[in-house]
Structure formats: C-alpha cells, structure tokens
C-alpha cells in the first residue's frame, strides 16, 4: 500500500520542520563543510546532507511502520526496500548542498513520488526552498500549487524585440561547460541565472519566473525528479521523460515554456 498524496505531503512538511531545525543549530559555514565521505550519487556528502537525510528517512520509517511500502531512492544511501519497488520515492535531501554550505539562500528539500521507473511517472512531488521559505507542490493532472496557490499554466516567456527570451537559467553551471556554450547562449538569451539548485530552477520555470532552464551536463533523477512534476503542471515542458529514477547521471534535463524553445535547448547541449 502506499499513502495518499496527502500522507505523502505531511510527511514532506514534518520533514521540512526537521531539516529546517537541523540547519538552524549548523548555522555556519564551517559547520556545515564537515565532509563525510562520497554518497551513492557520487558527490563528497557534507555532514548537513546526511543529517538532513536521518531527518527524512525517520519520517520514511514512520509511513512504513503505518503500513506503507515503497522502494526509496535517495542521493546519498541510494536505493532503500520498504517493501515495494514498483513505488519509487526520489529523494534529495538538500539540492544546492554548496549554497546550503555556504549559507547562500538557494537550497532545498525535494522529494518525488512515482509508480514506475522514469520520469513521466512521477505522481506526487514537494519541493521546500529553505531560503525564500517557499513550499512548491505538484499532483499527475491535479496541478501545480506555490505555498497552496494554484500556478497558471498560461503564463507565456518573455522575449526582448530582437526574439530572445529574457531569462534562461543554467545549471550545472562549471566555469569550462559555460564556456563551451557561451557563444551559442548569446543569441538565445538576454540574460542568464545559476542559482545552483536544478530543483528549484525547474520550479522558476513552473511559476514563469525564468522562462526556460537547462543543466549544462548530465544529471540525476534525484536533483530533477519533484521539480519536472512542478514545472509541467504548472504548464512548462520537460526532457527527458525517460530519464530512470535512480542515483547516477544520466542526461541533461532542460525545461521550457513552449516547444520552440525547448527544442533550442536541445540543439544546445542535447
């Protein structure tokens, strides 16, 4: 059995308050750089990434002493049996662990609910950016909801008088990856932003705030897979559907807020 989207999302919350918490008493950049040795994702995990993680995997084992059964998928531990794989719940329990490290605002809880192997099946997804205290929520065909306000899927991009769109943002965002693509960027966009959360660039582009995103390299379902839900409900597209929600690079993601544009992305690093 696994819990409505409802449990789904009161757990996220009780979590959310738990990590919140968690990151208070840490509240200094040498607190937090504490490294503890490489997750399953592959990147060096920060004692604040693991904490974090106890954190939500307590509010896991409680939905799983409820009776629930899912299969967790979480960047740092990997994959976690609670007793059903066809029910994959994709963690990441900080998403800009840098800026969460450097106590830069942009940093985020996300979590996503699927009943299948790959993106296109994500169900449920909370995504809670602890800078701007913004909780970003998604149901399959219910919506797209920013701190409880349903997003406008109508909402178009932006573009200047000479066609470009007004702002892209890019993740991924290495020095020597941004330059491979900085000529090509030019006659796309007006300006860019690197907030270094792919979460929460996925859900700027839900709400219209950016009006299209691409991650420069591959990434992971973890970092993508709450956001994409966010951003489609909320009227955006997303590639790739197809990606598999597990722990290892797999593909850039990009999103965007029209076909036209989404396929320029894909020329760009597709």
């Known amino acids: 059995m696994a819990p409505s989207a409802d449990k789904w999302l009161g757990a996220c919350r009780r979590a959310t308050a738990g990590v919140r918490e968690m990151l208070a008493g840490w509240s200094t950049t040498a607190q937090r750089a504490v490294q503890t040795g490489r997750g399953e994702g592959g990147d060096n995990a920060l004692v604040i990434d693991r904490a974090a993680e106890d954190v939500i995997f307590a509010e896991l084992d409680a939905l799983r002493a409820g009776g629930a059964r899912f299969m967790a998928v979480s960047e740092e531990r990997g994959e976690v049996d609670y007793g059903d794989p066809g029910v994959r719940v994709v963690i990441d329990p900080i998403d800009g662990s840098l800026n969460a490290k450097r106590t830069l605002p942009p940093h985020a809880f996300s979590l996503a609910v699927a009943r299948g192997d790959t993106m296109a ?15 970003w929520t998604a149901t399959q065909g219910g919506g797209a909801m920013l701190d409880g306000a349903r997003l406008d899927t109508a909402l178009p991009e932006r573009r200047g008088p000479d066609g470009r769109l007004e702002l892209l943002g890019i993740e991924s965002a290495d020095p ?43 990434a992971r379902a973890v970092d993508a897979a709450a956001g994409q839900l966010i951003a489609r409900e909320a009227g955006a597209i997303f590639a790739p559907l197809d990606m598999e929600l597990d722990v290892k690079p797999r593909a850039p993601v990009m999103a965007a807020r029209s076909e036209a544009t989404l396929d320029v992305l894909h020329g760009l690093v597709g």
């Open 176 to 218: 020597r990856w941004v330059a491979e693509v900085a000529d090509d960027l030019v006659p796309l966009a007006y300006r860019v932003r690197a907030l270094g959360s792919i979460a929460l660039t996925l859900c700027q582009v839900g709400a219209a705030r950016l009006d299209a995103m691409t991650s420069l390299k591959r």
């Open 121 to 135: 099946d994500v169900e449920v997804a909370y995504v809670y950016d602890f800078g701007t205290e913004e909780e």
